[in-house]
């Protein structure tokens, strides 16, 4: 069976903090995406990931990917309230089917 | 990115009754578009692929007869919502699949269902 889990569900943090958010996959990918939604509204592509060792990286937020152990990662640098928003990992798999992690709740406190 | 469009973003209706929504591609062309369904504080759930000029293909426990998807061109999706009844109130989402852009899925602002 085919799962995505993101760790931690909800996160509540101190502006000018770092935290990292991770996603664990089950089956092989070679392909990992980031998005993020703000309350009410759709979900916006942040980063595409598609090596293993890929690393990309956007104002204080950077991804990584590491496909041996199914695990990519999020990392929040100096945290600012405009960053409070729900981030989704999507590991997608044949047929382009995305499976979407559970999400993390982010509030940035200031 | 690439942009998709949803339409309607909020409808109420009456129970019984069909609402369609439409997702379009607005700057490039999707031979594949999906169908997701989002209910509050919960992560997306796929409900079908839809595959320009094909059927659609349904995901298990997702009633075909019910969410008729129409895929005619290659900008434009359609979900038909037959027969609404209130647990079909959900937050409804759409996306197209941007070969160009390592098959990222760009979404549509969603569409709130609500049925009385």
């Known amino acids: 069976e085919l799962k995505v889990e993101q760790n931690p569900l909800f996160l509540s943090m101190q502006e000018g903090k770092n935290y990292t958010i991770y996603c664990n996959y089950s089956?092989?990918?070679?392909?990992l995406y980031w998005y993020r939604q703000d309350p009410g509204k759709s979900l916006e592509s942040l980063f595409v990931l598609l090596s293993n060792g890929a690393v990309k990286q956007e104002g204080r937020l950077m991804a990584s990917l590491d496909t041996k152990a199914r695990l990519s990662t999020l990392h929040i640098t100096a945290a600012v309230h405009d960053l409070s928003a729900t981030y989704f990992c999507a590991v997608a798999y044949t047929g382009n089917q995305f499976y979407f992690g559970t999400g993390t709740s982010l509030t940035v406190i200031p | 990115g690439a942009v998709v469009s949803q339409h309607p973003s909020w409808v109420i209706c009456k129970s019984g009754t069909s609402v369609k929504i439409e997702c379009r591609s607005l700057d490039f062309q999707a031979t594949t578009m999906f169908w997701y369904r989002q209910f509050p504080k919960q992560s997306l759930m796929l409900m079908a692929t839809s595959n320009e000029g094909s059927k659609a293909t349904y995901e298990q426990g997702v009633e075909k007869d019910k969410f008729l998807i129409n895929h005619a061109s290659l900008t434009l999706s359609t979900l038909t919502v037959t027969s609404a009844h209130p647990e079909d109130s959900s937050f409804y989402i759409c996306s197209a699949r941007d070969p160009a852009r390592w098959d990222t899925q760009y979404f549509g602002p969603g569409t709130r269902l609500t049925v009385l």
């Open positions: 089956t092989t990918s070679d392909r």
